[in-house]
């Protein structure tokens, strides 16, 4: 059982940017890819970006290609999402989510098994 908490979400001018921190718990921390996801309003909840159980291996999705970059700390049982250059179109609740695959299937939310409550990124133009 991996439990998840976002922090780090809020009002941030377009060309700015935040740095989105996501604790889990769990002894086995270390044996799960981690993600984030975002969900705009009225609309699906899609993929941002994933990295592996070592932080080794990236996934990013190509809106977000070049801005944002994902980390991990293990021995802080913590992930990241830095946001650079951050655009009203980036205005979301972002999810984090934890899953002991890593293949393809990190693209989909079906490919992971644990998710945060989420916080709230807005931008303004």
């Known amino acids: 059982q991996v439990q998840l908490v976002e922090s780090g979400g809020g009002l941030v001018q377009a060309g700015g940017s935040l740095r989105l921190s996501c604790a889990a718990s769990?002894?086995?921390?270390?044996?799960?890819?981690l993600g984030w996801f975002r969900q705009a309003p009225e609309k699906g909840r899609d993929f941002v970006a994933a990295?592996?159980?070592?932080?080794?291996?990236?996934h990013y999705a190509n809106s977000v290609k070049g801005r944002f970059t994902i980390s991990r700390d293990n021995a802080k049982n913590t992930v990241y999402l830095q946001m650079n250059n951050l655009k009203s179109e980036d205005t979301a609740i972002y999810y984090c989510?934890?899953?002991?695959?890593?293949?393809?299937?990190?693209?989909?939310?079906?490919?992971?098994?644990?998710w945060g409550q989420g916080t709230q990124v807005t931008v303004s133009s």
């Open positions: 989510a934890a899953t002991p695959r890593w293949n393809l299937g990190v693209v989909r939310t079906e490919g992971w098994d644990y």
């Open positions: 769990g002894r086995t921390f270390r044996s799960y890819a």
């Open positions: 990295v592996n159980w070592s932080g080794d291996s990236t």
